[in-house]
């Protein structure tokens, strides 16, 4: 995928060390900034998509790197597989030095063995002649030169470079597996740094609210109109919230680190979301009607289907091993022999060459060829079963996630017009509360049921997103879209 285009990234000057960290494609994301863009944002700021933290994963994250230079190691392999089926050339050398010279005895008269002579002769000279024998061979043996062979007939090798081809094609696949996970990953963490960033800013308005009444009541005690127990009542629940409000900026400072390690960057404190979790609730309905169920593009599948051709053409495979090969042989090689010194002056080097033709004929290896047809055999039979399970198990799957993603839905509806009375509710009772016709009681019951009816929305969302991805990943379908909203 190419990520070296524009996208929607506005920041504020970085430190030298997030650019260092970034890979020369990221890098070019991360520059396509406006001016405008520079001056809008806070010092030390990194305002990121989600689109644009999915082209930075993709490109620096090192479980990429390591599947991309997979595909390599096999496309690698199959070049050495056509490299059989080029001409084979190697020099050799042999030198062998003669300790005992070979006698050879011959049988006619004088070499004691059976010749034409008579009985007596043979006996009259003794056992003299009985153990003479000429010894034949030289002290020193030379021999080196070219030696090349070609294939011509080799079919096994053939059907072997198309399942070299099949072999490539599940690297494929596996990286393209590594890349799904990886989106998913970095949504899911993209939307829980959005849900800590909302929820912060939710439990900040209830801090503030939680002051504005301490301090009204602080007065209030000031001038006498306020008991001293409501004025420690209110300052207590100020306190209450202040653990929540630390808890909401760890949980914004482990959703960003968690995001940078993702994208393979060093800049955690720098992240922050460029959208906010109820900009995904207009587009909601027309995204969960635009969702293709079809399982056709699901990776373990793919990947099976791939496993299954590997099979069928190992079948392949095994079943020309029983057919002969022929290979065209050539050499030229320089012999030399000679007595004494390893190099004599009377050392003489004959050249000699040939051409010809080695054939290969399979007979008998005891049933090993016999087995491993059948056990490829098997081997795809195993795997048609098991793709039948995947397939069920996968649609299963998917049933149930669009199941979670229309229940999730009708919680963000259900939310949201919770949120909204809750305002309603709270605006009510702010105003009685200034007219002195509500308590603090009141007031304080209202503020919490705002708080929780607004973090209840903010998780729903973040449910339905954390779903989707989930569904787009098992569908095969999570690759990023570019937009400017998400």
């Not at 001056?39 to 993709?58: K, P, R, Y």
């Not at 599947?67 to 199959?78: F, G, N, P, S, W």
């Not at 003794?126 to 021999?143: A, C, F, P, Y």
């Amino acid at each position: 995928m190419n990520i070296s285009g524009s996208y929607p990234i506005y920041f504020t000057p970085m430190p030298s060390h997030f650019i260092k960290g970034l890979a020369p494609a990221a890098l070019a994301v991360l520059v396509s900034v406006t001016a405008a863009a520079r001056e809008a944002t806070q010092a030390d700021t990194l305002v990121l998509s989600l689109d644009s933290c999915i082209a930075i994963a993709l490109d620096a994250n090192p479980t990429i790197k390591v599947a991309d230079l997979e595909v390599k190691r096999i496309d690698l392999t199959k070049k050495s597989t056509i490299a059989q089926l080029l001409p084979n050339v190697s020099f050799g050398a042999q030198y062998s030095r003669t300790l005992a010279k070979q006698t050879m005895y011959m049988s006619m008269d004088g070499f004691g063995g059976e010749g034409n002579g008579s009985e007596a002769e043979t006996q009259a000279s003794g056992s003299s002649n009985r153990d003479n024998g000429i010894k034949v061979g030289l002290d020193n043996s030379w021999s080196l030169g070219f030696n090349g062979s070609l294939p011509i007939i080799a079919p096994q090798l053939w059907a072997t470079l198309r399942l070299n081809d099949e072999q490539i094609l599940a690297s494929v696949e596996s990286a393209r597996s590594s890349r799904l996970d990886m989106i998913k990953e970095v949504k899911n963490a993209y939307y829980g740094m959005m849900l800590a960033d909302d929820s912060y800013r939710v439990v900040r308005d209830n801090y503030d609210m939680a002051l504005y009444t301490a301090a009204q009541y602080r007065r209030r005690f000031e001038i006498g109109t306020a008991s001293r127990y409501d004025t420690l009542r209110t300052s207590v629940a100020v306190k209450n919230i202040e653990p929540q409000l630390t808890q909401a900026e760890i949980a914004i400072r482990q959703s960003r680190l968690l995001l940078a390690m993702l994208m393979g960057i060093d800049t955690a404190p720098f992240i922050t979301p460029a959208t906010r979790l109820a900009d995904y609730e207009a587009t909601m309905y027309a995204d969960v009607l635009a969702i293709d169920p079809s399982i056709g593009d699901n990776t373990d599948l793919r990947l099976l289907d791939i496993q299954r051709r590997q099979a069928e053409q190992a079948v392949k495979v095994n079943k020309l091993a029983f057919v002969p090969t022929l290979a065209l042989t050539a050499n030229y090689n320089w012999t030399s022999m000679s007595n004494g010194k390893l190099f004599g002056a009377g050392d003489r080097w004959s050249p000699y060459s040939s051409v010809g033709l080695a054939l290969s004929v399979p007979l008998f290896e005891g049933g090993g060829r016999y087995n491993s047809v059948k056990q490829s055999k098997i081997q795809a039979r195993e795997l048609d079963l098991q793709r039948d399970n995947l397939r069920r198990s996968i649609q299963m799957q998917v049933d149930v996630a669009m199941d979670n993603i229309q229940l999730n839905v009708k919680q963000i509806a259900s939310s949201g017009e919770s949120v909204r009375q809750a305002e309603d509710a709270y605006r009510i009772i702010c105003e009685s509360f200034e007219l002195g016709t509500a308590s603090y009681l009141d007031r304080r019951d209202s503020e919490l049921q705002l708080t929780q009816s607004r973090l209840a929305y903010l998780q729903a969302i973040y449910n339905y997103l954390t779903a989707r991805a989930d569904l787009e990943n098992l569908l095969g379908t999570a690759y990023p879209s570019h937009n400017t909203t998400r």
